[in-house]
């Protein structure tokens, strides 16, 4: 069955550096591909999103580019702030509406 | 995002109680779903309503009532819940069912149950 794995966090940066959080993705078909974010004590927010290969979501100075032949969804941002502090979902969408989620990614920027 | 509200934000019940989750939606979307998000694992999937008719149920114990009595309003009834069942329990919403239809979630509710 379709399936997501994500980078084990936690992860900590200084304010500034370059994030990325590596995921990979088993699944049959053409799945569509989402990062969703979620803030401490909040739901889940979509981040950004791609529907075919090759293309790139991006939101917030966050990009992801769908890689069909490396099954690759990673996350990655230029110059992380504090306020970027939260926990990262990959997920996928196959043929169905069902989402399949990562187990998650806690990211921490320090000041 | 006001999109996708849901009440309470935080419940304490114990496992005799009744209690129920509410969510409503106001991007005038015609499916819902109900998610739990537990400690140290994937978000599950637990119904899925299309049209107010629920259309899947993740072998979900029968201890989680759902009802949707229209598109915007969905409910999740809790009744001799067990401690494990102490989580974040989030709802979404998606313009319609299918695999292109991106799915907006609520804040959540977090549960405890003693």
Redesign the interface.
């Given at each position: 069955g379709n399936s997501?794995t994500q980078m084990e966090g936690p992860v900590t940066l200084s304010e500034e550096a370059f994030l990325t959080i590596n995921c990979t993705y088993t699944a049959t078909g053409y799945?569509?591909l989402?990062w969703?974010v979620q803030y401490p004590g909040?739901?889940?927010?979509?981040l950004l999103?791609a529907?075919k290969a090759d293309d790139k979501g991006s939101n917030k100075g966050f990009e992801a580019t769908y890689r069909k032949e490396t099954t690759s969804f990673h996350l990655e941002k230029g110059s992380v702030q504090v306020s970027d502090s939260a926990v990262y979902?990959c997920a996928l969408?196959?043929?169905?509406?069902?989402?399949?989620?990562?187990?998650?990614t806690k990211l921490t920027v320090n000041p | 995002e006001t999109g996708v509200t849901q009440t309470p934000r935080h419940l304490v019940m114990g496992m005799t109680n009744k209690k129920s989750l509410k969510c409503e939606q106001h991007l005038g979307h015609n499916a819902m779903y109900w998610y739990k998000q537990s400690a140290k694992k994937p978000l599950e999937l637990m119904f899925v309503y299309s049209l107010e008719e629920r259309v899947e149920n993740n072998s979900v114990p029968s201890r989680f009532s759902p009802e949707c009595p229209n598109s915007s309003h969905l409910f999740l009834h809790l009744h001799t819940l067990q401690p494990e069942d102490s989580a974040l329990y989030l709802c979404a919403s998606s313009p319609r069912r299918g695999s292109q239809e991106t799915q907006y979630f609520g804040p959540g509710t977090r549960l405890l149950v003693l």
């Open positions: 997501v799945p569509s989402f969703y909040e739901g889940l927010q979509l999103k529907t979902f969408q196959g043929g169905s509406e069902k989402l399949v989620f990562g187990k998650g | -």
